[in-house]
């Protein structure tokens, strides 16, 4: 029962970075909700791992899996979206409802809803995903994490001492609009896109692609930091289009 209960336990811990994520990211906590998200996709990644290697695995786990990903690279993407939409002077509308002796009141800014698009093109990829019963050694359109990454460190991107000149480029609706709308289309393509793992020995030269991807990240976190990881999602996309071109 123990051993059953393992994966699900990781899997558990992603939800609650997720969790914590979600807070971090509403209160401007870009940072340490970054750190949140990649803890919690490194505990996605080992629930899988050892539903594996336990040989536990479970359709509960899957659906469980999900669930946790929907918040983690689903949902906080879609709230760190929001507020760059604030951030970026989006015109904000205040709401105000009475009821007898109940007062509501509280803003909202209408044109950073479209943020929340995100999640909604997480839910239905990861619904997709569920459904594929067919073992491959790739990912039909780029994960949700590795979009989830790429949202969620814009806050840092735009922040760097080095790249600082196109943060008025990027924190502008239009931008941030069309960065939603990119991110939607690449989470759902049917395009085959590399993964970091089931390496074929009857296909040395497929291993060119992930080695070559794991080189410029290691020099791109060496000058950018946690910033880098949006060079590295923007380019491991690149590589998996080449990859597909060559047919390597």
Not at 24 to 32: E, I, N
Not at 56 to 71: F, H, N, R, T, Y
Request: aromatic share 16%; with cysteine.
């Amino acid at each position: 029962m123990i051993r059953k209960s393992i994966p699900h336990i990781f899997t558990l811990l992603n939800l609650f970075c997720g969790c914590v994520a979600v807070f971090l990211a509403f209160s401007h906590f870009f940072h340490a909700a970054l750190l949140a998200v990649m803890l919690g996709i490194f505990f996605d990644f080992f629930d899988g791992f050892f539903a594996r290697l336990l040989n536990v695995e479970s359709a509960l786990g899957v659906q469980l899996d999900s669930l946790a990903d929907m918040i983690t690279s689903g949902f906080v993407p879609g709230v760190v979206m929001y507020q760059l939409f604030v951030i970026s002077g989006a015109k904000s509308v205040d709401f105000s409802y009475q009821y007898e002796n109940f007062t509501l009141v509280f803003t909202l800014v209408p044109l950073a809803l479209v943020g929340f698009l995100i999640p909604l093109g997480a839910a239905f990829r990861l619904a997709r995903f569920n459904l594929i019963i067919e073992k491959v050694s790739f990912f039909r359109g780029v994960p949700t994490p590795a979009i989830a990454l790429f949202i969620v460190a814009l806050p840092l991107f735009i922040q760097h001492p080095l790249l600082m000149s196109i943060k008025g480029f990027i924190l502008t609706p239009i931008a941030l609009s069309i960065i939603i709308v990119l991110s939607v289309f690449f989470m759902n393509i049917h395009w085959k896109m590399i993964a970091l793992k089931g390496f074929n020995r009857s296909n040395p030269w497929g291993i060119i692609f992930p080695v070559i991807l794991l080189l410029i990240s290691i020099v791109l976190f060496y000058i950018l930091g946690l910033a880098a990881l949006i060079i590295i999602i923007i380019t491991y996309i690149v590589l998996s289009l080449l990859k597909n071109v060559f047919g390597v």
